[in-house]
């Protein structure tokens, strides 16, 4: 930590959207210290697919110092997506995707910020945030037992994912949400081989209540996501080496997500999270910025949650970075006025309307075999796909 604890940007949170903002925000010329509660690349419930949206900000953060990990990232053209009952349908996507694992994805964003000049603190909570002259006074503890430690920002984005509670922040745990009853559960498996392995698909299958994605990864896996019903996962063993194949047995009624997990072997232990709740996060200030799951958890059908998580947090730091060359005594404020006009403008409007699509995989069987049928149509589906895209184009550029 630099010996006066002073900071222009302190970034909560070393996912992707924390490790965009502060790579961006460093390269900006800002001192910047990036804290993360847990281990950076530390396993985390995620679907892993990342849409092709993201594809420029990837590039620019690892494409020098870690080229490895764009180049070893399956590229997906298509979706594969199945009914609880009938035949699955392929659905070509716009543009192609990235399979990338969150741990090896997580540590190289993580490295990458720092090789940008981001001081960067991991295993360390930051427990409250009280305004001060010019930004914020934080108060932070390490898992390490060592005394708590105050430094002074002058800006904060906090990027700590859907769930979080900072003393002198308004946080989605304060409050009541609705629909969060859901449950996250993910492994790794080692698929095999089928004719259509050589053209990788992201692949969604319906259940009764929730749904299952597929999107292959590095080093020849498939990473196997789901979200259900909290209720499904009673009597689960969360851990177990085999836990999530032999519930899915049980619990898929799914024939064609049996058939492709056919004599699957799973090399990941289970992860489980709960409990989930889609929707916007916080209520938004005009101090400091919200990025990725902290702006709001977007229904992981949609593919875009990475995405959006980089996008978003790039932005953050880009707007911070320029403000603070405007020569204004309040640039931070300035950012975040930027930031959240952006967020209003196009962010907020694609949000609702993805949630509103949401009620759609609840649909009886019938109509959801006619809705998958006609989202197989290629001239609907690329209109679909458009209609849930964030697109920030100023962090892609």
């Known amino acids: 930590m630099n010996g006066s604890g002073q900071y222009d940007v302190l970034v909560i949170g070393g996912g992707p959207a924390g490790t965009a903002a502060a790579w961006h925000a460093a390269r900006g010329g800002l001192r910047v210290l990036l ?4 281990r950076p690349g530390q ?20 494409a020098r110092q870690s080229p490895e990990v764009l180049a070893a990232a399956p590229r997906m053209s298509w979706l594969r997506l199945a009914p609880q009952y009938g035949p699955a349908r392929r659905v070509p996507l716009p543009r192609p995707g990235l399979g990338i694992s969150r741990p090896r994805l997580d540590a190289a964003l993580w490295q990458a910020a720092q090789s940008a000049g981001a001081e960067a603190m991991a295993e360390t909570r930051v427990r409250a945030v009280r305004a001060a002259a010019a930004g914020y006074e934080i108060e932070m503890e390490s898992a390490r ?3 708590a430690r105050t430094v002074h920002a002058r800006a904060l984005v906090v990027a700590c994912g859907r769930w979080w509670r900072i003393a002198g922040l308004s946080s989605p745990a304060d409050h009541r949400h609705r629909d969060g009853n859901w449950a996250g559960v993910k492994a790794r498996f ?4 089928r004719p259509e392995s050589k053209q990788p698909a ?14 292959p990864v590095e080093d020849g896996r498939v990473n196997v996501c789901c979200l259900i019903r909290r209720e499904r996962l009673r009597g689960t063993a969360s851990g177990g080496i085999q836990s999530m194949a032999a519930w899915l047995n049980e619990a898929a009624v799914n024939h064609e997500l049996k058939a492709r997990l056919a004599g699957a072997r799973q090399v990941t232990a289970t992860v489980t999270t709960a409990p989930v709740r889609l929707g916007e996060g916080a209520a938004r200030q005009a101090e400091h910025l919200l990025a990725g799951d902290a702006a709001g958890f977007l229904d992981p059908f949609t593919g875009d949650g990475i995405a959006r998580a980089l996008c978003g947090g790039a932005r953050a730091g880009m ?6 060359q405007s020569g204004e005594r309040n640039w931070p404020a300035r950012a ?9 403008r196009s962010g907020q409007p694609a949000f609702r309307a993805v949630m ?29 796909f458009a209609a849930t895209r964030w697109r920030m184009e100023h962090a892609q550029g």
């Open 145 to 147: 037992r060592e005394p």
């Open 319 to 324: 707007l911070l970075a320029t403000a603070s």
């Open 202 to 215: 992201v692949e969604l299958y319906c259940l009764p209540e929730g749904y299952c994605g597929l999107a």
């Open 356 to 384: 509103g699509l949401r009620p759609l995989l609840g649909l009886p069987v019938g109509l959801q075999n006619a809705m998958i049928y006609l989202l197989a149509r290629p001239g609907l589906a690329r209109l679909c």
């Open 336 to 344: 975040a006025g930027e930031y959240e006009s952006e967020w209003r």
């Open 35 to 38: 804290t993360e509660m847990g």
């Open 43 to 62: 396993d985390r419930v995620c679907g892993e697919y990342v849409s092709q949206e993201a594809t420029p900000v990837l590039e620019r953060m690892l």
């Open 190 to 193: 080692i698929m095999p081989e």
